[in-house]
């Protein structure tokens, strides 16, 4: 595995997967702040949320089917531009309205990025490098998940808005991919009406449908009731500050980054198929034990179960996806997974804002371990038996 940590590429890559999460987990120790300045109910603050991951509903594919036919850094470069610019602008944002417009400008630019990044993974690597490119792309993600509240809890000290100029990052490395990365690029000789009629052809495989099915559950277990409902429970029953806040979500970080980087070895003992089933069982425990804490420290144990779960789920869901596409359908494939991973993004703080407001913080998290339950029962059913 050792090669794989010099090449110029994927370290590329892993800038680009740090830009594909910060739009979120910068600015999670704000919410607090962000809420009293504003004057933003809990049940409705997970719009800052919403209206960044809605775009990628309608993008995500769009990009994806675009990154197939006409390369895959044409559409990664603006797409950083855009998302640059638009969350930089954030700062400057006077009122909600215009901070939820120009979140949903750069929620365009975050759908492309993220989907399009892990399918260039999948086009530089096969097989064993493959899964453990994937699992340090993941291990990557979670050290920048684990910083970027960190950082963005130091910076809402000063001002809830400071956060968001960290966006300005994306233009210099929009550059660099334009100029440095070296990949291959699908060649686009079939009809569109051919190219779309074998990759949906591709999607209906009940492996396929079943991964997408796990990344809407997973991603509405993380943005249910971790990053949306998580800093309102810790500062309304712990009064924990933005900094202690950032502090217990990232903790899930280090752990979920130990996990995914020894994916490559776990491998060999383990099926992919397994993993994301015990993950399932990790997201209950932290579901069941973050309520019952009793201090915004104790809640780190829990938050380390849930971060367990991600190592273990998220970048085998990934690879696998990857080596069912063909390379002259990865891009759409990928995009799609990402079209329905921001739908569980847009769903979660709204479903958890009715069960919250229904039911109390409390339930927010009951209801995760009903979505981890379901999860576990789609991943016996569908990819069970699934050989890389």
């Known amino acids: ?179 440095r990365l070296d990949n291959p690029e699908p060649s686009a000789s079939s009809a569109f009406k051919k190219y779309m009629r074998e990759a949906l052809k591709g999607m209906k495989n009940k492996q396929v449908l079943g991964l997408f099915a796990i990344s809407l559950l997973t991603f509405i277990i993380l943005y249910g009731p971790i990053i949306t409902y998580l800093p309102i429970l810790l500062h309304s029953r712990f009064e924990a500050s933005p900094l202690m806040i950032g502090f217990v979500i990232s903790s899930a970080s280090f752990v979920t980054a130990i996990a995914a980087s020894q994916l490559g070895r776990l491998a060999s003992l383990i099926s992919q198929p397994r993993m994301i089933a015990l993950s399932t069982f990790a997201y209950a425990a932290a579901m069941i034990f973050i309520p019952e804490s009793s201090s915004a420290l104790w809640c780190i144990i829990p938050v380390c179960f849930f971060g367990l779960g991600q190592g273990l789920n998220i970048p085998n869901s990934m690879s696998m996806l990857t080596a069912i596409a063909p390379m002259e359908h990865r891009a759409i494939f990928m995009s799609m997974n990402g079209m329905v991973l921001r739908a569980g993004q847009t769903i979660a703080p709204l479903l958890m804002g009715m069960v919250y407001s229904g039911f109390g913080l409390t339930a927010v998290f009951y209801a995760g371990v009903a979505v981890a339950a379901i999860t576990l029962v789609i991943t016996l059913m569908t990819i069970n038996g699934f050989e890389a």
Do not use: E
């Open 1 to 179: 595995m050792n090669h794989l940590y010099k090449n110029k590429n994927l370290r590329i890559l892993f800038s680009v997967t740090l830009i594909a999460i910060m739009g979120v987990s910068s600015i999670v120790p704000s919410l607090p702040s962000m809420m009293k300045d504003l004057n933003i109910p809990a049940s409705s603050i997970g719009l800052v949320f919403t209206i960044f991951t809605l775009p990628g509903i309608i993008f995500s594919p769009l990009a994806g089917i675009f990154a197939d036919r006409i390369g895959r850094k044409k559409i990664l470069v603006p797409a950083l531009i855009l998302f640059g610019i638009a969350g930089s602008a954030c700062y400057f944002a006077p009122d909600y309205k215009w901070l939820l417009t120009l979140r949903l400008i750069q929620g365009v630019g975050a759908a492309a990025i993220g989907v399009i990044n892990l399918t260039i993974i999948g086009d530089l690597f096969t097989g064993q490098d493959r899964i453990a490119a994937m699992g340090l792309n993941a291990g990557v993600l979670s050290i920048g998940t684990a910083l970027f509240p960190a950082i963005g809890g130091v910076l809402a000290q000063i001002n809830w808005h400071v956060p968001f100029m960290l966006a300005l990052t994306a233009l210099p490395l929009a550059w660099v991919v334009a100029f």
